[in-house]
């Protein structure tokens, strides 16, 4: 028996601008995150074992029966799980990049649209390229240099908890009522041409928060952390598919970390960093 060790890596997302509305033919920025997902592959001809996270065995499994290879998987990530920062997508990359090697974009984005059916393609061309893109449904994602009041900004991660739905539910959802729900959409899609053209960057974050709230993906749990981060003089907002109960993933909150921290402690919600 032969077996092969490789590895693969792939970034998580942040979604600056765009949440759903991306989906409608709406323009979004999305940028790399540090955090990292790494998969070391051993191809076996005789076994499948698994060291992968419980509940995303199987979503493992389907993505490496789908690449035509057989073997051993081993997972480590920095990315939190399930919480809107691309760790889906990113496991379709890493495992793609392990077992095919580096040149697998084709195959890679096939699979994808497979096991993510319905997705904006976003996720996938940001994890991908690892650059600051602007992303227009059926358009060329372009890379773009980010307005320097925003690289200077600067921001932390906290988590929320998950959400009580995933994310291809909450987009059916979303997209049910869309007739509806058009204002809020154009404001999120104005909200990217805003920050490109280099608008107060707090403010445009907070008018893409009223705007996300509107669509009904921001818990009560979230919206108590955003008005809180705002009284002191900041700006918050969801950067991934939220959620109608529970948790809303992952929030971008900008502001004086010290002051975040404060706000943490009293909410019991954990900063993951930036």
């Known amino acids: 028996m032969t077996t092969l060790k490789n590895s693969g890596s792939a970034c998580g997302k942040i979604i600056l601008t765009g949440e759903y509305a991306v989906v409608f033919g709406y323009p979004g920025i999305a940028i790399p995150s540090p955090l990292q997902m790494t998969v070391e592959f051993a191809d076996h001809d005789d076994a499948i074992v698994w060291d992968v996270p419980r509940g995303w065995k199987d979503y493992a499994l389907d993505i490496l029966h789908r690449t035509g290879a057989a073997g051993t998987l081993t997972m480590t990530s920095d990315i939190p799980l399930g919480k809107g920062m691309g760790a889906s997508t990113a496991l379709v990359i890493a495992i793609c990049r392990a077992v095919l090697g ?58 929320t908890g998950a959400p009580d739905q995933q994310t291809p539910e909450l987009v059916a959802w979303v997209t049910e009522r869309k007739d509806d729900l058009q204002s809020a959409l154009e404001d999120i899609g104005n909200c990217t041409e805003r920050l490109l053209a280099g608008e107060d960057v707090l403010t445009v974050i907070r008018d893409h928060n009223q705007a996300q709230q509107k669509l009904g993906v921001v818990t009560d749990k979230a919206k108590k952390l955003i008005t809180k981060i705002e009284q002191q003089g900041g700006a918050a907002k969801v950067i991934g598919a939220g959620g109608r109960t529970g948790g809303s993933g992952i929030v971008m909150a900008m502001c004086n970390r010290k002051r975040v921290e404060t706000i943490l402690h009293d909410e019991r919600m954990q900063l993951i960093g930036w």
């Open 102 to 159: 580096p040149d697998c974009y084709e195959q890679a984005l096939a699979i994808e649209n497979i096991v993510n059916p319905g997705n904006s393609g976003i996720d996938f061309a940001v994890i991908w390229n690892e650059r600051p893109l602007l992303f227009r449904k059926g358009q060329e994602p372009r890379e773009i240099t980010l307005h320097q009041s925003l690289r200077s900004l600067g921001f932390s991660l906290v988590d």
